[in-house]
């Protein structure tokens, strides 16, 4: 039996360190983007969310894309 993928999605969480407490460990903020197109390519991607990301005074420690699908059976 066929699988199809529908319904895809895009999005990207990007990790700022924000500071260290007292005990000398990162503190992190996390801002989501999403609505890519699932054909963008991943240079293009990285492109857009680093261009972002220099509008906060934080430096990224992470970012991670996730892709989403609905599978159905035909």
């Not at 319904?7 to 005990?23: L, Y």
């Not at 293009?44 to 699908?69: C, F, H, P, Q």
């Amino acid at each position: 039996m066929a699988v199809m993928r529908s319904n895809e999605a895009r999005s990207v969480s990007c990790k700022f360190i924000t500071g260290v407490d007292e005990e000398g460990k990162e503190k992190y903020m996390s801002r989501a983007i999403g609505n890519f197109k699932t054909n963008a390519d991943l240079e293009d991607i990285n492109e857009t969310v680093l261009a972002i990301a220099s509008l906060y005074s934080y430096n990224v420690k992470t970012v991670t894309l996730t892709e989403r699908s609905e599978l159905e059976e035909e």
